[in-house]
Nanobody, 115 residues
Framework: QVQLVESGGGLVQPGGSLRLSCTAS????????LAWYRQAPEKQRELVAT???????NYADSVTGRFTISRDNAKNMVYLQMNSLQPEDTAKYYC?????????WGQGTQVTVAS
């Protein structure tokens, strides 16, 4: 199983920015399909962004134009740059990796957007 550790969460004002990072274990990182999910209290976990082995990205409609997912295969890391943050973005954010039909999850990092 892939081990994932997120970091970079915190409290930010509306309109501000944060960059989340996720470090993954394994020697086959370049073959992982990577994603960021988020879950707010009393809500279902939702997919925020994905990035394929080839670097193709997809985003939830709610974050398109504001968030950017990227990966650094040399460092076994995936990032989520979050700009123009809104209170509705408040959630616990989770890193996800899919490899050989196995899905792995990090422990999550809290993002709170409030004035």
């Amino acid at each position: 199983q892939v081990q994932l550790v997120e970091s970079g969460g915190g409290l930010v004002q509306p309109g501000g920015s944060l960059r989340l990072s996720c470090t993954a274990s394994g020697s086959n990182f370049r073959f992982y399909r990577l994603a960021w999910y988020r879950q707010a209290p009393e809500k279902q976990r939702e997919l925020v962004a994905t990035i394929t082995v080839g670097g193709i990205t997809n985003y939830a409609d709610s974050v398109t134009g504001r968030f950017t997912i990227s990966r650094d295969n040399a460092k076994n890391m995936v990032y989520l740059q979050m700009n123009s943050l809104q209170p509705e973005d408040t959630a616990k954010y989770y890193c996800n990796a899919d490899f050989q039909e196995e899905s792995s999850w990090g422990q999550g990092t809290q993002v709170t957007v409030a004035s």
